[in-house]
C-alpha cells in the first residue's frame, strides 16, 4: 500500500511500493526547511531506508543564463550541506531530469521517487517521462502552494474574484506549521560531496546576462523574509506602487528558487498585527501566486497569446491593424532604445538589478504591446525578456504578468484605445499620478546602462 498525502500529495503512476532507498527529486523546492516534498519522502523512508536527495542540473533551461544558475547553485551548494548536516545523502546529476533520472532509480534499486509539484511544461513532460520508466511510485507533492492546486480548483479560473474564496475557506486548514525535517540514523549509499568546482566549470550557460548582487539560499531568503516584514511590511500596502519606495518584498527569486517556501513567508506574516500591509501582501502570495499555478496547470499553451480571454483575442484581433506611433523590434527594447525615458529605465533596472518593480513590469509590458508589429510579436518579446533578464523568470507568475499585461488574462475590459481595443491601458501621465517619475528615471538611467553592457 502506497502512503500518498491525501491533500498534497498525487501518485503520477501506477506502480507498487517496493524495498529500498526513497528519492527525494528535488525540482522547484530546492530547500531543507519548510519542504513538503521533503517531508514525505523522510516519511516513507521511516528509519528503515536511507533518503537521497536528487537534483537533476540540465544543460539548459529555457533560456536561463549565468544570472539564474549561478544563484541556483549556489543555493544548492547550501542544500548539500545542510543535508549532510543532517545525514542524508545530497546527489547532483547532470542532464536533463527524464534522461537522467530513471537510470539512477535503478541504480540505487529506489523503492519510490517524491518529488515536486510544477505546472510548467518542461517539468510536467519530465514527470510524465519518468513515471512511465520507472518501475517504482513517482508521487508528487505541492510544496509551493498553501492551498495545494490540484485541490484548490479542478479546472482553470476566471480570475482572483472566482479563487480567492476558495483559497480563503481552505486557508485555515493547510496554513500550517511544517514538521521539523529531523535528523537520520539510517545509513546512506556512501554518495561523495558533490564537486561544485566541476559542476560550474562545465556549464554552457550565456554568461553575457550576469549575476546580479542578490545573496542566493535558503539563509538569505530567510533574513530576506525577516528584513521585509520588520521594515517594509506595515508600510507594503502604499510602498507597492511606488519604485522609488523599494516597497516590494524582493522575495520573488527565493519562491521562483523554491529557497523559501511561500507558506513559511504566510505563516511569518499573517503572525503580525493585521492590518492593510498583510492583507495586500497575502493577497499577491497567496492568491495571486496560486492563480497562476492553476492557470499554468490548466492551460497547456500558458506561453502563448490563444491563451488569452475571448474578449481579449476579439478586440486585439480588431486593433491588430491600427497604426502603431512606434514599431521597436526585440533588440530596440533589449537595448533600452525607445523614445520613451520611462521606459528605457525600467529596461535598464531589469537588465541590471534582475528586478523591476511590479507596477512598473505592468506599464512595460503594455508599451510593449503599444510600440510592437502585433499582440503576438509583443508578447513573444516580454516573456523573451523577461525571462532572460528577470531573476524570477520562467515561473507561472511570470507568464501570467505577460498575458495579464499584454492580452487581459484574469482582467476585464476598459475604455477602448488604438492597438489596445478595451485591454486595460497604462502610460507615462498614469506613472506620474502615482509617484516621482523623474527621480525613478535618474536612478535607473541608459547611461549606466552603457557601462553594464559595454
Ligand atoms: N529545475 C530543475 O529541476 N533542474 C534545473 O536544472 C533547473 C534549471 C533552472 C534554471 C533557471 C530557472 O529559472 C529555473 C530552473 N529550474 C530547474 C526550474 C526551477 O525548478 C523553477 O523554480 C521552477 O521550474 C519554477 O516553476
Redesign the pocket.
Known amino acids: 500500500m502506497i502512503k500518498v498525502d491525501r491533500r498534497r500529495g498525487c501518485l503520477l503512476n501506477q506502480a507498487e511500493f517496493a524495498d529500498g532507498p526513497v528519492i527525494y527529486w528535488?525540482?522547484?523546492e530546492?530547500r531543507v526547511r519548510d519542504n513538503w516534498g521533503l517531508l514525505h519522502a523522510r516519511e516513507l523512508a521511516g528509519d528503515k531506508y536511507p533518503l537521497i536527495v536528487v537534483?537533476?542540473?540540465?544543460p539548459a533551461?529555457?533560456g536561463?543564463t549565468m544570472r539564474?544558475?549561478d544563484f541556483?547553485l549556489r543555493g544548492l551548494q547550501q542544500v548539500e550541506r545542510d543535508l549532510r548536516f543532517l545525514g542524508y545523502e545530497f546527489v547532483l546529476l547532470s542532464g536533463a531530469?527524464d534522461k537522467v533520472l530513471p537510470e539512477f532509480v535503478r541504480e540505487v534499486g529506489a523503492g519510490a521517487v517524491v518529488t515536486d509539484f510544477?505546472?510548467?511544461r518542461i517539468?510536467q513532460q519530465w514527470q510524465a517521462g519518468i513515471g512511465q520508466e520507472i518501475e517504482v511510485p513517482l508521487i508528487e507533492m505541492d510544496g509551493h502552494n498553501v492551498v495545494p492546486a490540484r485541490f484548490v480548483s479542478g479546472k482553470r479560473e476566471y480570475g482572483a474574484r472566482t479563487i480567492r474564496p476558495k483559497i480563503h475557506r481552505l486557508m485555515p486548514e493547510f496554513l500550517e506549521e511544517f514538521p521539523a525535517l529531523g535528523t537520520t540514523q539510517v545509513k546512506g549509499a556512501g554518495f561523495p560531496a558533490t564537486d561544485w568546482e566541476q559542476v560550474f566549470s562545465s556549464l554552457r550557460v550565456d554568461e553575457t546576462v550576469s549575476p546580479v548582487d542578490l545573496a542566493p539560499g535558503e539563509a538569505a531568503a530567510h533574513t530576506a523574509l525577516d528584513e521585509f516584514i520588520s521594515k517594509r511590511l506595515v508600510k507594503y500596502a502604499e510602498d507597492r506602487n511606488d519604485p522609488n519606495a523599494e516597497g516590494t518584498s524582493r522575495l520573488s527569486a527565493y519562491y521562483?528558487?523554491?529557497q523559501l517556501a511561500p507558506q513559511r513567508a504566510a505563516l511569518n506574516v499573517v503572525a503580525c498585527p493585521s492590518g492593510p500591509g498583510v492583507e495586500a501582501y497575502i493577497e499577491e502570495l497567496v492568491i495571486r501566486r496560486e492563480l497562476s499555478d492553476n492557470f499554468c496547470l490548466h492551460t497547456p499553451n500558458y506561453d502563448s497569446l490563444d491563451s488569452a480571454p475571448e474578449w481579449a483575442l476579439k478586440t486585439l484581433a480588431e486593433h491588430a491593424a491600427d497604426l502603431r506611433d512606434y514599431a521597436y523590434s526585440y533588440e530596440d527594447f533589449e537595448q533600452a532604445r525607445t523614445h520613451s525615458a520611462l521606459w528605457n529605465a525600467c529596461q535598464n533596472q531589469m537588465v541590471q538589478s534582475g528586478f523591476m518593480h511590479g507596477y512598473m513590469r505592468m506599464y512595460w509590458a503594455k508599451k510593449i504591446l503599444e510600440w510592437s508589429a502585433s499582440p503576438e510579436e509583443a508578447l513573444r518579446i516580454v516573456i523573451a525578456l523577461n525571462d532572460r533578464f528577470e531573476m524570477d523568470?520562467?515561473?507561472?507568475n511570470g507568464y501570467v504578468g505577460a498575458l495579464w499585461s499584454v492580452a487581459g488574462v484574469h482582467d476585464r475590459g476598459w475604455k477602448k484605445r488604438p492597438v489596445f481595443g478595451s485591454i486595460r491601458y497604462m502610460n507615462d501621465r498614469g506613472c506620474r499620478r502615482k509617484f516621482d517619475v523623474d527621480a525613478y528615471i535618474a536612478k535607473w538611467s541608459p547611461r549606466s546602462l552603457m557601462r553594464y553592457m559595454s
Not at 55 to 58: G, H, Q, V
Open positions: 528535488m525540482s522547484r530546492q537534483f537533476c542540473l540540465a533551461f529555457v536561463a539564474h544558475y541556483m531530469a510544477d505546472p510548467l517539468k521562483h528558487f523554491g523568470g520562467r515561473d507561472p
